[in-house]
């Protein structure tokens, strides 16, 4: 669980341009808010908040489409505040709407949210690919403009600014194309410490036992961070510049700025992992022999909006309960919500320490895609399972749904640029192909199967989900 927080600040992070120490602060706040959320969540707070079952919260992959959109669009400072405030007001409407969500699982049955999840997963795979290889864009993109180049115009526009005859002055805009290969792009020694921390990560699942091959991702960074060191890639420097101990403090970028069509696009990720909590909590009941009643999930789900509330005004992101759990629970047969509660506790304490948060962010990109390729394919792989329930054989229009939303996912991902003539202020909503995956699954799932509802079937979906 502690490699899938991290790896979402991480991403949002670089995505938003911020400075190491700041994506390393990103990270802190994302542990102690985690932190925060379980212990309300499994300890439960006043008649409202928490359901009071065992539940590790964590921040959700769901939203890490729209969020990069958002960062991608509006990098530095700003970008934060836009985003922050997104999620702060996703939050406070997840709150309000939670009862209301509690009642809408006949709109998400399986074949809906085991579609969503699969898009997500292979939304979030070029994260991982471009940590291994390289950004389409930037120093590490796949081309460069040779400085043979850059030098000529350089002198054309020294020439042109000094009123040199026969050199017109340059116009506005221009720039000049990468034509040569970037040597930075898809370096081998680069390739070379992923593929160590893949192999490393798939023979410690496959060798090992218990506790060692649950955390087989998170060894795998270890390993990765090790032979980075031997090979000259990573330096301590960060580390041990960053406090032993720290405070994680609110607002951190300023005030939060609250842009419509972001708050919409937030809250209706918020309404996914909302539905997805509800067949994880109907899971845990069912596991720990407890009824789990409409009043019950609503404070389930309320908290998910809490946790939001929170993420957002300490500068972290969305949360929901981590599905993992419910694996875990059935391999262990540890029930006690008491034992969350003490994985909370250390959460917190991981979040104080910006010495932790440091070596993390220290870590470079291919250690961390490797590891990213795993995390993002088993979402997708999930995504997978789920529909492995959905029944296609007397139903074929299920097969439309899945075929359909997936193919409406893709857009944003293999025609980037789609948008272009279509009005900014939707662009944050369209962007997102999981978002689209999302829209298009519930309406052709009301158009061909209507709302009958499937508790069984959320609860068959949770339990198959653990990989999540």
């Known amino acids: 669980m502690y490699a899938g927080a991290v790896a979402v600040p991480l991403i949002v992070g670089r995505a938003l341009k911020l400075s190491p120490d700041e994506v390393a602060m990103l990270i802190s706040a994302d542990l102690f808010c985690c932190g925060i959320a379980t212990l309300i969540q499994s300890l439960g707070m006043t008649q409202w908040f928490g359901v009071r079952l065992p539940v590790m919260m964590g921040v959700t992959f769901a939203a890490v489409g729209p969020m990069v959109a958002i960062a991608n669009g509006n990098p530095g400072t700003d970008g934060a505040r836009m985003l922050f405030g997104a999620i702060i007001g996703a939050g406070v409407i997840s709150i309000l709407i939670a009862p209301l969500i509690s009642r809408m699982l006949r709109f998400?049955?399986?074949?809906?949210?085991?579609?969503?999840?699969?898009?997500?997963?292979?939304?979030?795979?070029?994260?991982?690919?471009?940590?291994?290889?390289?950004?389409?864009?930037?120093?590490?993109?796949?081309?460069?403009?040779?400085?043979?180049?850059?030098?000529?115009?350089?002198?054309?526009?020294?020439?042109?600014?000094?009123?040199?005859?026969?050199?017109?002055?340059?116009?506005?805009?221009?720039?000049?194309?990468?034509?040569?290969?970037?040597?930075?792009?898809?370096?081998?020694?680069?390739?070379?410490?992923?593929?160590?921390?893949?192999?490393?990560?798939?023979?410690?699942?496959?060798?090992?036992?218990?506790?060692?091959?649950?955390?087989?991702?998170?060894?795998?960074?270890?390993?990765?961070?090790?032979?980075?060191?031997?090979?000259?890639?990573?330096?301590?420097?960060?580390?041990?510049?960053?406090?032993?101990?720290?405070?994680?403090?609110?607002?951190?970028?300023?005030?939060?700025?609250?842009?419509?069509?972001?708050?919409?696009?937030?809250?209706?990720?918020?309404?996914?992992?909302?539905?997805?909590?509800?067949?994880?909590?109907?899971?845990?009941?069912?596991?720990?022999?407890?009824?789990?009643?409409?009043?019950?999930?609503?404070?389930?789900?309320?908290?998910?909006?809490?946790?939001?509330?929170?993420?957002?005004?300490?500068?972290?992101?969305?949360?929901?309960?981590?599905?993992?759990?419910?694996?875990?629970?059935?391999?262990?047969?540890?029930?006690?919500?008491?034992?969350?509660?003490?994985?909370?506790?250390?959460?917190?304490?991981?979040?104080?320490?910006?010495?932790?948060?440091?070596?993390?962010?220290?870590?470079?990109?291919?250690?961390?895609?490797?590891?990213?390729?795993?995390?993002?394919?088993?979402?997708?792989?999930t995504g997978i399972r789920i529909l492995g329930g959905v029944n296609f054989a007397t139903n074929r229009h299920n097969a439309l749904i899945v075929a359909l939303s997936i193919g409406i996912g893709m857009i944003p991902l293999l025609a980037p640029s789609y948008s272009q003539w279509m009005p900014h202020a939707i662009h944050p909503l369209i962007e997102s192909g999981i978002l689209l995956a999302s829209i298009a699954a519930v309406l052709l799932n009301l158009l061909f199967n209507g709302t009958q509802g499937d508790a069984e079937g959320a609860i068959r979906a949770a339990r198959q989900a653990e990989a999540h």
């Open 108 to 381: 998400f049955p399986p074949v809906v949210t085991g579609t969503i999840i699969a898009v997500i997963g292979i939304n979030l795979m070029r994260v991982g690919i471009n940590w291994i290889f390289g950004n389409p864009v930037g120093p590490t993109a796949p081309l460069m403009v040779p400085p043979d180049h850059t030098e000529w115009l350089s002198t054309v526009r020294s020439a042109a600014a000094a009123g040199t005859p026969g050199f017109p002055p340059v116009p506005p805009g221009v720039a000049l194309a990468p034509t040569v290969p970037n040597p930075r792009y898809a370096a081998l020694p680069g390739v070379a410490v992923s593929a160590v921390v893949l192999a490393s990560i798939l023979l410690i699942a496959k060798f090992a036992k218990g506790c060692l091959a649950n955390i087989s991702v998170l060894v795998g960074i270890v390993v990765g961070g090790i032979v980075a060191t031997a090979a000259g890639m990573m330096t301590f420097d960060k580390v041990g510049k960053a406090s032993w101990v720290d405070v994680v403090l609110p607002f951190h970028f300023g005030a939060p700025i609250f842009e419509p069509v972001m708050v919409l696009t937030m809250t209706l990720i918020m309404v996914v992992v909302m539905i997805e909590s509800t067949g994880m909590f109907l899971a845990l009941g069912q596991m720990t022999d407890r009824a789990v009643d409409q009043p019950m999930l609503a404070r389930g789900l309320r908290t998910d909006g809490l946790g939001t509330l929170i993420g957002g005004i300490f500068n972290t992101f969305p949360y929901t309960s981590f599905s993992q759990n419910v694996g875990l629970m059935a391999v262990t047969g540890v029930k006690s919500r008491f034992v969350r509660v003490a994985g909370g506790v250390i959460l917190i304490v991981l979040g104080l320490l910006p010495k932790m948060a440091a070596l993390v962010e220290s870590l470079p990109t291919v250690v961390l895609g490797a590891a990213g390729l795993v995390m993002f394919g088993m979402v997708a792989a």
